[in-house]
């Protein structure tokens, strides 16, 4: 019952409150995530739902009025209704895809070999892409799931060439390094770069920057290569490029 005690005490009270705020700041967090997620899917479904709509009363329109061509308009209805109806179908897969990744099949996979066969795919179709690969004379294993880690590259390498896509001359470096007990892998581009104001939300779910899409492909990729035990990050510079950086555990 002195000074000290009564030091003691406020002490205490303090600790306690700063506990309340820190769980009323973490569900308020939780609340803010789910919001924005909602209006995520509510805006992704939207989308389709308009072209879908106007085409069935457009064709409503024209049985009423025994349109001459109904035939043909029948078939480009059907044709837009079922494009929008794949795009749905596409979005709920990848929300699906997000919020709960399926059960990995791990197998011992060769880096160069599988970077080497995915690359072949973009090289073919790309005439002004110039691909630059730089890969160890030794073979460089992991053990993850092969689908999985083939979407996360995958995705990377889409990104990459969608951000040159103003660049006369599009270059993507591909490098597989060995360290000591990792590997990493790089996917530099000399795209637009990420703006600054866009940097932290490079992993966030409802990111993108693109004019269409869901922005979900980098925070699955994430998800993807945090499950199998190694880190995603990258460094970029605006009008410069952007460089992807994969490190996964290195197995014998």
């Not at 790309?126 to 690969?133: C, M, S």
């Not at 889409?158 to 790089?186: F, G, H, R, Y």
């Amino acid at each position: 019952n002195d000074e000290i005690g009564a030091l003691v005490r406020e002490y205490n009270n303090a600790i306690e409150e700063l506990d309340q705020s820190v769980q009323l700041l973490a569900q308020a967090e939780r609340e803010y995530a789910w919001q924005e997620m909602a209006k995520q899917v509510a805006h992704e479904i939207k989308n389709p739902l308009t072209p879908m709509k106007l085409s069935i009363q457009h064709l409503q329109r024209a049985q009423r009025e025994n349109h001459p061509r109904i035939g043909d308009l029948t078939t480009k209805v059907t044709k837009t209704l079922i494009e929008q109806i794949e795009h749905l179908t596409k979005i709920a897969n990848e929300f699906s895809s997000f919020a709960q990744m399926p059960k990995t099949q791990e197998e011992y996979i060769e880096l160069n070999e599988m970077i080497e066969n995915m690359l072949g795919l973009y090289e073919q179709d790309n005439d002004n892409l110039k691909i630059v690969k730089s890969f160890p004379a030794v073979d460089s294993f992991v053990y993850t799931d092969r689908t999985q880690l083939n979407r996360v590259f995958l995705n990377i390498v889409k990104n990459a060439i969608e951000a040159m896509n103003e660049k006369e001359k599009k270059v993507l470096i591909v490098s597989v390094k060995p360290l000591m007990d990792t590997v990493v892998v790089s996917f530099s581009d000399n795209g637009s770069g990420i703006p600054l104001d866009r940097r932290d939300k490079v992993f966030v779910p409802s990111f993108t920057s693109k004019t269409s899409g869901m922005g979900l492909g980098l925070a699955i990729s994430k998800n993807i290569i945090e499950n199998a035990s190694g880190k995603i990050w990258f460094e970029t510079e605006e009008n410069k490029g952007t460089t992807f950086f994969i490190e996964l555990p290195l197995r014998k």
